[in-house]
C-alpha cells in the first residue's frame, strides 16, 4: 500500500476527530472506503502516536489527564447523546420529589427534558440548569420549585461553588441526586475542579439516590479530583453498555447500568 495514501488517511482521520471530537469505525470506513478493518489498524497506530484515545466502535481525542473544555465548548460535544441520556434520566424524577442536579453540559438535559410533573423541587448550582428551569417553570412545563444554591461564581464554567455552596448543601435531604463528571472508571468518578467536586460529593451524600449521567467519551477518563465510588452510585445513564470488564468488578457489577441509545430506539 502507497505510504501516502495511508498518510492521507490519517489525516482525515485527526480531521474528522478535531471537527467531531468522536469518530466512529463504520462511519469513517464509508467515508474513506475502506474496511472497517483498516480503520481499526489505523486507529491503533494513531493511539500509539498519541493522536487519539481508542474508545468500543471509535476513537476520541487523546487527552493524557484530561483537562476541562470552556463550558461552551462542552455543550457542543457528543450532543446528540447528551442529549439521549438528559431524555432518558429525567423519566426517573418523580412527582412530588427534591432533586439536586449539578454543574454539567449532560444535567443541562436533564433540565431540557423536564415536564409535566407535579410539586418538584430542585436544586442546583448551575447557573446554565437554572434559566432553563426557570423558563420551564415560567411556561408551566412543570410545578415546583427551583433553589439556586449561593456561593462563588465561575463565569466560564456558569456554576456556582465554593465553601458557601457547600455548607449549604450540607442543609438538603434529596430524594435523587444527577451528578456529572469528567470521567468515570472502576474506581467511580472525578472531576476537573475541587469545588465543583466537593459540591457534588456531597450531593451524593444527601441523596436517597444517585444517577451519574456521563457520555461514553469519559469512560476510563480520569479527571483530577474524586467525586464518588461505585458503592454509592445507584444507576449509570450513558450510551454504551457497561465495558465487558467491569461486569466482573464486584465493586461495579451491581450498578444499574442504562445505555440511553438502547432507550431511545425502543
Known amino acids: 500500500m502507497n505510504k501516502h495514501v495511508i498518510t492521507d488517511r490519517y489525516r482525515v482521520i485527526i480531521r474528522e476527530l478535531e471537527m467531531k471530537n468522536k469518530i466512529n469505525v463504520v462511519d469513517l470506513a464509508i467515508k474513506l472506503n475502506v474496511t472497517p478493518e483498516t480503520i481499526r489498524k489505523d486507529l491503533s497506530v494513531l493511539e500509539e502516536k498519541r493522536k487519539l484515545r481508542r474508545i468500543h466502535g471509535g476513537a476520541i481525542q487523546y487527552f493524557g489527564l484530561i483537562k476541562e473544555p470552556h463550558f461552551n465548548k462542552k455543550i457542543g460535544i457528543a450532543h446528540n447523546e447528551k442529549k439521549m441520556i ?22 443541562l438535559h436533564i433540565a431540557r427534558s423536564i415536564k409535566n410533573l407535579k410539586n418538584i423541587t430542585i436544586v442546583t448550582n448551575s447557573l446554565a440548569a437554572a434559566e432553563i428551569l426557570n423558563d420551564r417553570l415560567e411556561n408551566q412545563l412543570f410545578d415546583g420549585n427551583v433553589i439556586v444554591l449561593g456561593g462563588t461564581t465561575n463565569p466560564l464554567q456558569r456554576s456556582i461553588s465554593g465553601p458557601l455552596t457547600n455548607q449549604l448543601l450540607e442543609h438538603f435531604y434529596f430524594d435523587k441526586a444527577f451528578i456529572s463528571c469528567g470521567g468515570i472508571s472502576k474506581d467511580g468518578i472525578c472531576d476537573f475542579n475541587i469545588d465543583k ?61 442504562i445505555n440511553a441509545g438502547v432507550m431511545h430506539e425502543n
Open 86 to 107: 438528559g431524555e432518558a434520566a429525567a423519566t426517573f424524577i418523580m412527582d412530588g420529589e427534591t432533586i439536586a442536579l449539578d454543574v454539567g453540559s449532560t444535567t
Open 197 to 257: 467536586a466537593t459540591a457534588s460529593t456531597i450531593m451524593m451524600k444527601r441523596s436517597r439516590s444517585v444517577y451519574v449521567v456521563t457520555d461514553s467519551s469519559k469512560i476510563n477518563q480520569k479527571a483530577l479530583f474524586h467525586i464518588g465510588s461505585f458503592p454509592s452510585i445507584e444507576c449509570v445513564i450513558t450510551d454504551q453498555d457497561m465495558p465487558a470488564d467491569w461486569s466482573k468488578d464486584a465493586m461495579v457489577k451491581n450498578v444499574k447500568w
